[in-house]
């Protein structure tokens, strides 16, 4: 053997035992320990009562359509159905009509459910001390703002009559404003994203004193709705000043085709 291969053999073998060494003088890895949250008691669980599926508004609720249901008990709130303080409550809701739309998984609550002998659609919805009063209206749209005014809009109310001031003669006036549109024709919800409803009434949500002053405007002139932003919801429902206060609106009068606008006095 030559001492060339003979030097060669040794320092691969020097090589070999020196990682040898190394390799068992490592410190094993450690195994990587993934923490989970530990798992929701029992005794943090409420069992609540939901919707087993949409319920629209106006709907009679049946035992179908409701379902208990785990939840954290932390977040339940005032006005859910709690199994534990109201057992028969499948029993006793079935029946009552839905004042507002649930939907699927949604908590039910009292406030939004009436139950009773003459629990219509209409009058479940219908807030207390609020009056349901219809008015005519043209089934084209001519009065409607084309049509365009869906239930639970807000609109102004518009009353037109002769102003008896020359042939042809007539006034325009806002008599109540920012009214909650109840239903057109028969319909109470929007259906099917449809965005033009057509009838011929709408029932607005009126208080008693309105309730009479629109009856009265419905015998001596011609009522129109003229259609309000959705952002002015919010604002105070109000009617419109009497001709004899201050600060009025102006009237517009239309006389042989020509109009012309006067401040009330």
């Known amino acids: 053997m030559k001492s060339s ?9 020097f ?23 530990p798992p929701v008691q029992r005794t943090d669980l409420e069992q609540v009562l939901v919707a087993s599926k949409d319920i629209p508004l106006g709907t009679q609720v049946q035992e179908l359509d409701m379902a208990w249901a785990s939840w954290p008990r932390s977040n339940t709130a005032e006005g859910m159905v709690l199994k534990s303080t109201e057992p028969n409550a499948l029993e006793d809701i079935k029946g009552s009509v839905a004042r507002g739309q649930f939907f699927k998984g949604e908590p039910l609550r009292r406030s939004k459910l009436v139950k009773g002998p003459n629990a219509g659609f209409l009058s479940a919805i219908l807030p207390s001390g609020s ?33 008896g001031q020359g042939e042809g003669g007539y006034t325009s006036q806002t008599i109540l404003r920012n009214i909650r549109v109840l239903a057109i024709g ?16 709408a029932t607005l949500e009126l ?5 009479e002053q629109i009856v009265l405007a419905q015998r001596v002139g011609q009522l129109s709705l003229v259609l309000r932003s959705m952002f002015d919801a919010n604002a ?21 085709g020509v109009t012309t606008s006067v401040n009330r006095r």
Do not use: H, W, Y
């Open 186 to 201: 028969q319909r109470i919800e929007e259906k099917n994203n449809e965005r033009v409803v057509v009838g011929s009434n």
């Open 131 to 163: 009056r349901a009063v219809a008015i005519n209206i043209d089934s084209t749209g001519s009065t409607s703002a084309g049509g365009f005014i869906l239930p639970n809009d807000r609109v102004d109310v518009i009353r037109t009559i002769r102003s």
């Open 15 to 37: 090589a070999f035992g020196g990682a040898f060494v190394l390799m068992n003088r490592a410190k094993p890895v450690q195994p990587v320990v993934v923490q989970t949250a």
């Open 207 to 211: 208080t008693p004193r309105q309730s």
């Open 5 to 13: 291969q003979i030097i060669a053999g040794a320092i691969a073998l």
């Open 236 to 256: 105070e429902n109000a009617e419109a000043p009497d001709g004899d206060q201050e600060q009025a609106p102006a009237l517009s009068i239309v006389r042989f």
